[in-house]
């Protein structure tokens, strides 16, 4: 969470030469080629089948998540658009009980609410300078839930390396057809042949940190409930203001600030409810087990 924000701004800036496809297939054929190379290297890590429905549904996720993303960076500051995508960690956990069968109760989804709202303070309908752009990071957030859930039920039959290569070779794939429909579609044109040698260099970085990152992701989910690992990615939002402001001078203003405070506090609180439950539940076991140190939890409800 900490190294995303390096690369959205590489993205951004290279949103100046290149399109967003764009952007997205380059960095993401660098990532298939780096997680190549490690599988390579690391061939005993690899377990499960790389490709498969569920891997090409998270190789498409993924891709939509970046152009989302990305397309956002070029017209709105980083910052602006991390703040709309953190209603991620909230969706995450609207989709956790249909999805995962992981139990969320009454004051978590009340929590969800309150951070929408705070997400709309920051999109501001109807009265914001980006336009229907200010959308689209929102757009970018449920896709990177919905991959959450797929890659915690992939890892279940597929070690992470192989489900990212998978998905990452699955992405690019999709991402090139996407291109070469380009002209049919009316959207721009490729330009990388005429992009400056920086745009290259670039590209690898990008690609390198998404390798990195997502691999990392994918472990994670691997071993932990997607709902508590969610707040880690508050991490995010600071590094995404700290890049905005060093590279870009750009600092959100009050509003956008008061609806990222919302957001922040609300899925804090779905976090804090979460350890509670899980206290609760653990507690409950023991006392119906009649196991030594057990505790009363007379008066609790622990799906909350």
Not at 39 to 49: D, M, Q, S, V
Not at 112 to 134: H, K, Q, Y
Not at 218 to 245: D, H, K, N, W
Request: hydrophobic fraction near 55%; charge should be positive.
């Amino acid at each position: 969470m900490a190294l995303l924000p390096v690369g959205d701004t590489l993205s951004k800036l290279l949103t100046e030469v290149i399109s967003p496809l764009e952007i997205t297939l380059w960095r993401t054929l660098a990532q298939a080629a780096l997680l190549g190379g490690l599988a390579l290297l690391l061939r005993h890590r690899l377990r499960g089948r790389m490709i498969s429905p569920l891997v090409a549904l998270s190789g498409l996720l993924v891709s939509v998540t970046l152009v989302s993303l990305i397309s956002a960076f070029h017209v709105m500051p980083i910052a602006t658009a991390i703040a709309i995508f953190f209603v991620e960690p909230l969706l995450l956990t609207l989709l956790a009980r249909p999805l995962l069968g992981e139990r969320v109760g009454p004051r978590r989804y009340i929590a969800v609410g309150v951070g929408l709202v705070g997400a709309l303070i920051v999109i501001r309908p109807g009265m914001s300078e980006f336009g229907l752009a200010a959308l689209l990071p929102a757009l970018a957030a449920l896709a990177y839930a919905l991959n959450m859930i797929v890659m915690r039920r992939a890892t279940r039959t597929r070690s992470p390396l192989t489900l990212q290569l998978g998905a990452s070779l699955c992405g690019a794939g999709l991402l090139a057809l996407a291109m070469a429909a380009a002209p049919t579609l009316g959207w721009p044109t490729p330009r990388i042949a005429a992009a400056p040698a920086w745009a290259w260099g670039a590209l690898a970085a990008a690609g390198a940190l998404a390798a990195a990152t997502f691999l990392m992701i994918a472990y994670a989910f691997g071993r932990e409930e997607a709902s508590r690992l969610a707040p880690v990615q508050y991490l995010e939002i600071v590094g995404a203001t700290a890049m905005g402001f060093l590279v870009f001078g750009d600092l959100p203003d009050a509003l956008t600030c008061l609806g990222t405070a919302i957001i922040l506090a609300s899925s804090a609180y779905v976090f804090h409810r979460e350890r509670a439950s899980e206290g609760g539940e653990a507690a409950t076991e023991r006392s119906a087990a009649g196991a030594p140190g057990s505790v009363t939890t007379a008066g609790t409800c622990p799906n909350k």
